[in-house]
C-alpha cells in the first residue's frame, strides 16, 4: 500500500527510509487517530448522559407539579428560571 502511493513515488527522501521505521510512523498515527476516536466517542456519550438526565430532571419536576397543584402564576415563576437552565446547558 505504501509502496503504491503517490507520496512514495514522488519522494526519493521517503523511499530511502528504512521499512521499520515507516511502519513505526504509522503505528504512532493510527494509536493518535484512536485516541481520537475515543475522544469523540467519550464526548458524544457524555453529552448523550446529560440530555437524558435532563429529560429526566424535568419529567420530575412536571409530575410534582402536576401532583401538587398551584396558581398559573407560581407555576411560571417555578418552571421559568429551571426550564432555561436545562435547555442552556
Known amino acids: ?20 521505521d515507516i511502519l513505526l510512523a504509522f503505528e504512532d498515527y493510527s494509536r493518535v487517530r484512536e485516541r481520537e476516536f475515543e475522544e469523540q466517542t467519550r464526548r458524544a456519550q457524555v453529552e448523550k448522559n446529560r440530555r437524558e438526565r435532563k429529560t429526566r430532571e424535568g419529567f420530575k419536576v412536571r409530575s410534582a407539579l402536576r401532583s401538587h397543584p398551584r396558581t398559573v402564576v407560581d407555576d411560571h415563576a417555578f418552571l421559568g428560571p429551571l426550564t432555561r437552565a436545562c435547555q442552556s446547558g
Open 1 to 20: 500500500m505504501v509502496l503504491e502511493s503517490e507520496a512514495w513515488k514522488a519522494d526519493p527522501e521517503i523511499q530511502r527510509l528504512p521499512t521499520l
